[in-house]
């Protein structure tokens, strides 16, 4: 199986869920993430399907952030 190409979309929602999981999750383990997924959109392609990945980025995108930035 060789790698796809993501598409700009792709990299973009990457990108968007990277700096946005830092206040979901702060302190080390957003730091963690932030950076798998910043390393992901960098190199660019789906590897395997990239099927758990996607689904990080689904979730961070999606969970609600109260006022003060953080997870609701």
């Given amino acids: 199986m060789s790698p796809v190409p993501m ?10 869920a990277a700096f946005r ?3 979901l999750y702060p302190g080390p383990v957003g730091e963690v993430l932030s950076r798998e997924l910043l390393t992901w959109e960098e190199f660019g392609y789906r590897l395997g399907g990239g099927q758990l990945v996607m689904r990080l980025v689904d979730h961070v995108l999606k969970t609600p952030l109260n006022q003060d930035g953080v997870a609701a």
Wanted: net charge positive; hydrophobic share 30%.
């Fill in 21 to 23: 999981v830092t206040r």
């Fill in 7 to 16: 598409d700009h979309h792709e990299k973009m929602r990457l990108r968007a």
